[in-house]
């Protein structure tokens, strides 16, 4: 089943990953918002807003998702999102669309963790996009996984709400379409769907 997701990001967003050759300092991405990230915050976003009734091995270094696996079993969040050694694909993938975009650049200043304080010195410039700026992202979602990890992958959306993506950057999301109209919707599923239809922080 293929859908459609917007994010939105409510403040300037950077993804790093591009060359620091020139003024910039933290360059943005050349994919500016690539797959790879959307996936990582969505399955770190759910696995610190997991819902009642689903299982997370809580692991990121490979080894260690082998052993949990071993002691416990494949946990919810890797069956949805994929995990080392499996013979299945993951339930999911997506392709984000980025739309033309503005960039700017701005500088900040790096503030001691243990202090507080700025630190002398520690001016650095960022290329950011700035807020507002929406992103189309298809979703291609693996029928045979069910409806259990349907609604996984749909309370990953309402978490990332919650999360942060890229150096810090706040999100909205919401649904590009009613998937009651594509999927048989128990009364779960219909008020994740309901949650998602519009933003939570407002258009």
């Given amino acids: ?22 003024a910039v300092d933290i360059p943005l991405n050349p994919m500016v918002l690539p797959s790879s990230t959307v996936k990582g915050v969505l399955r770190t976003a ?3 807003y997991l819902p009642n009734g689903y299982s ?10 082998k052993k949990a696996h071993k002691e416990g ?34 500088t900040r200043v790096k503030i001691d963790d243990k202090t ?4 002398e010195g520690s001016l650095f410039t960022q290329e950011v996009i700035p807020p507002n700026t929406e992103f189309e992202v298809t979703v ?3 029928d045979s996984c069910g409806d259990k990890m349907l609604k996984l992958l749909l309370y990953s959306f309402l978490a990332l709400r ?39 922080w407002g258009e």
């Fill in 56 to 65: 997370s091995c809580g692991k990121v270094d490979p080894e260690e998702i």
């Fill in 1 to 22: 089943m293929e859908f459609k997701v917007v994010i939105k990001n409510l403040t300037s967003l950077t993804v790093g990953g591009g060359s620091s050759i020139g």
């Fill in 73 to 106: 079993g494949v946990c919810d969040v890797c069956k949805l999102f994929g995990y080392p050694d499996s013979k299945d694909s993951p339930c999911f993938t997506l392709t984000v669309n980025v739309p033309e975009v503005s960039r700017y650049e701005i």
């Fill in 116 to 119: 507080q304080k700025s630190e």
């Fill in 46 to 48: 759910v696995v610190n």
């Fill in 162 to 200: 919650f999360w942060r993506v890229g150096r810090n950057a706040m999100v909205d999301v919401k649904l590009g379409e009613d998937l009651c109209g594509k999927v048989k919707c128990d009364q779960e599923m219909k008020e994740i769907v309901s949650s998602l239809l519009q933003y939570m």
């Fill in 140 to 142: 291609n979602f693996r």
